[in-house]
């Protein structure tokens, strides 16, 4: 008999960029909140759900009664919370790591099963791919193997979720290249990007090249 999994991603990333991986016949893909329910998980009978990026609580009903596994994009417990690659860019962190995490009740705090080095240089959509093949490799590792979940042990950081008013580029910046890490770690259809306001106008940044301390960026004017 073969073996059942769920992978619920809200995001495009993982999916897109591990679409043979996922598209396997063992794996169920739910985007949709609503279809993470408890009817359509009885069909599947999955023995681990993974959650690659979920922007949603997931309910006690599902992690109490299916083996439910998160993966976050810090080296847990710093930097629990929303936002994380972005969070660390703006703290000029260039390595963290994707943890992988069994989902309980409070956010980001579960046990820990796998750490991997995870690189932030590039663009946002480079380290997307980067952080997929990563997430692929811990969930081929944890469906062939016995797993020891770990508690998690340091400082717990907590990081708040950006918001869209959190792409505005402000006049506090200290010099271009904190510029060219805001373009960057926003440039992506996931997030508002960057922008500027000009009266009436907005100017967003996309596609940013960082070349002796200047940027040359791609932009769109709207109204």
């Given at each position: 008999?073969?073996?059942?999994?769920?992978?619920?991603?809200?995001?495009?990333?993982?999916?897109?960029?591990?679409?043979?991986?996922?598209?396997?016949?063992?794996?169920?893909?739910?985007?949709?909140?609503?279809?993470?329910?408890?009817?359509?998980?009885?069909?599947?009978?999955?023995?681990?759900?993974?959650?690659?990026?979920?922007?949603?609580?997931?309910?006690?009903?599902?992690?109490?009664?299916?083996?439910?596994?998160?993966?976050?994009?810090?080296?847990?417990?710093?930097?629990?919370?929303?936002?994380?690659?972005?969070?660390?860019?703006?703290?000029?962190?260039?390595?963290?790591?994707?943890?992988?995490?069994?989902?309980?009740?409070?956010v980001d705090a579960g046990q820990w099963l796998y750490k991997s080095k995870l690189n932030l240089s590039g663009s946002i959509e480079e380290i997307?791919?980067?952080?997929?093949?990563?997430?692929?490799?811990?969930?081929?590792?944890?469906?062939?193997?016995?797993?020891?979940?770990?508690?998690?042990?340091?400082?717990?950081?907590?990081?708040?979720?950006?918001?869209?008013?959190?792409?505005?580029?402000?006049?506090?910046?200290?010099?271009?290249?904190?510029?060219?890490?805001?373009?960057?770690?926003?440039?992506?259809?996931?997030?508002?990007?960057?922008?500027?306001?000009?009266?009436?106008?907005?100017?967003?940044?996309?596609?940013?090249?960082?070349?002796?301390?200047?940027?040359?960026?791609?932009?769109?004017?709207?109204?």
């Amino acid at each position: 008999m073969i073996k059942k999994y769920v992978i619920a991603c809200s995001k495009k990333w993982f999916i897109n960029y591990q679409y043979q991986f996922v598209s396997q016949k063992k794996f169920t893909v739910i985007t949709d909140k609503k279809k993470l329910n408890l009817k359509n998980l009885k069909k599947i009978n999955p023995k681990y759900i993974f959650f690659p990026h979920w922007s949603f609580v997931v309910n006690k009903d599902i992690f109490s009664k299916y083996y439910c596994i998160g993966f976050h994009s810090s080296d847990l417990p710093y930097g629990r919370g929303g936002s994380p690659i972005q969070n660390q860019i703006l703290r000029k962190i260039q390595y963290t790591k994707i943890t992988s995490i069994k989902i309980n009740n409070s956010v980001d705090a579960g046990q820990w099963l796998y750490k991997s080095k995870l690189n932030l240089s590039g663009s946002i959509e480079e380290i997307f791919n980067r952080a997929a093949e990563i997430i692929k490799k811990q969930i081929v590792i944890i469906i062939k193997k016995k797993n020891k979940l770990k508690k998690q042990k340091g400082k717990v950081v907590k990081f708040k979720r950006l918001k869209p008013k959190d792409s505005e580029i402000k006049n506090n910046k200290k010099n271009i290249k904190e510029i060219y890490d805001q373009i960057r770690m926003l440039d992506s259809d996931e997030y508002p990007r960057a922008f500027i306001k000009s009266g009436k106008f907005k100017i967003e940044f996309s596609n940013p090249k960082y070349f002796r301390n200047k940027i040359i960026s791609q932009a769109i004017i709207k109204k």
